[in-house]
């Protein structure tokens, strides 16, 4: 049985945490840790097998456990990424805007190969993924229009220089246009799609991103266009944002628990 330690208890977690204890996920979730004890004591409260709550995120990967699943920050991947592969575990990534910092991407690129490794990066809110990385070669260019509600962008970084004030939107409004690394640093809990695109495709400093307040809109909305030497590819996904985290779309947990269900199996893989 796949044993599966868990970094983060918010509502990513939680949401894997009960996959795994319902069987939905082949594994069984020996240890987990978030940075408040409270949140690791509310996810341990809510399952039949109670995995350890350990003390600090290295000790996840001290243990005898298989993959070590994020679902915190980008702060926690810079800070405990590395270890996990160093202890000779597996890693998937949530918080997938970590990788867009180079200093990160070729520290663990690296740890990889050294300890033969696997880092696993689900594809989260969108779709289209592999079609991207097939054709990574000829894409001329990339972009990504989201669409979310305002109270889905509260607490972004990008508001602390901003005078845009999120309550007073009446209107769908264009709040952010750059390239995805400069998205994913301004909007670290929002736009780590834009980052999977961009490490899928052209690179960060070429995919372009624009994001949009609109108070009337119920649903997060990723348009993707790719266009090149094999053609054009365009991609519309409408997600509902978590119940528990607005800044999540259901999607990005529905594919969390399809990577680690297929991490888990000795069965046909489809696609990429």
Not at 108 to 116: E, G
């Amino acid at each position: 049985m796949t044993r599966i330690g868990l970094l983060g208890c918010g509502a990513i977690g939680t949401q894997i945490a009960l996959a795994i204890d319902s069987g939905k996920i082949p594994a069984i979730l020996t240890h987990v840790y978030d940075d408040s004890k409270e949140a690791s004591a509310i996810l341990v409260g809510k399952l039949k097998n109670k995995p350890e709550i350990v003390e600090n995120p290295h000790l996840l990967s001290s243990h005898p456990v298989n993959i070590v699943v994020e679902a915190a920050s980008q702060d926690a991947v810079r800070d405990a990424g590395l270890s996990v592969l160093q202890n000779k575990r597996d890693l998937m990534i949530m918080s997938v805007g970590a990788l867009l910092d180079e200093s990160i991407y070729d520290i663990l690129s690296d740890a990889c190969k050294d300890f033969k490794k696997t880092i696993f990066l689900p594809s989260g809110a969108i779709a289209g993924l592999d079609g991207i990385k097939s054709v990574k070669d000829e894409l001329e260019s990339v972009s990504i229009t989201t669409t979310k509600h305002p109270r889905s962008l509260k607490g972004a970084k990008f508001f602390e220089n901003s005078k845009i004030n999120l309550d007073s939107i009446s209107s769908s409004m264009t709040i952010f246009e750059g390239t995805a690394k400069e998205a994913v640093s301004l909007f670290p809990a929002n736009i780590n799609v834009a980052a999977l695109l961009s490490l899928s495709g052209i690179g960060s400093e070429r995919t372009n991103v624009k994001i949009v307040a609109d108070p009337d809109t119920d649903k997060n909305t990723h348009h993707i266009e790719a266009a090149g030497k094999f053609g054009k590819m365009t991609f519309m996904i409408e997600n509902f944002p978590d119940p528990d985290n607005p800044k999540t779309s259901r999607l990005a947990i529905l594919s969390a628990i399809e990577t680690l269900k297929k991490y888990c199996s000795n069965d046909i893989q489809i696609g990429t």
